[in-house]
């Protein structure tokens, strides 16, 4: 993320799924620094950074809130593992950042917005 390297739980292994890369909710928000809190009555995702933008995932659902507003997903949350994931792009670039993937090294590069 910005030019630094990030391993989320090595020992883990991220999922593909409808053509997105899903990665483990927690660690990869905290990476990011975005606070990350679960909601069980709905089983959401509630997930903020910095007052701007606001993201609220449903495990199962394909749709969105992106600030109110509803946004379809191409792959929807959800638990593996007892673990969250999290279609990743698609949170990077609601906060803005540009997502590339480097097939040689099969590497995810996220660039943040200064």
Do not use: C, H, M
Request: no cysteine.
């Amino acid at each position: 993320i910005n030019g630094t390297e990030v391993q989320v739980n090595p020992a883990d292994y991220s999922f593909s799924y409808s053509l997105q890369l899903a990665t483990p909710g927690l660690n990869s928000i905290q990476v990011i620094a975005v606070d990350l809190a679960g909601n069980q009555t709905t089983a959401g995702i509630p997930v903020n950074f910095i007052p701007k933008t606001k993201i609220v995932l449903q495990v199962g659902n394909s749709v969105a809130l992106v600030n109110d507003k509803t946004v379809k997903l191409d792959a929807s949350p959800k638990i593996v593992k007892d673990r969250t994931l999290v279609p990743l792009r698609f949170i990077a670039e609601a906060f803005g950042a540009d997502v590339q993937w480097n097939s040689v090294f099969k590497l995810v590069i996220i660039k943040l917005q200064d």
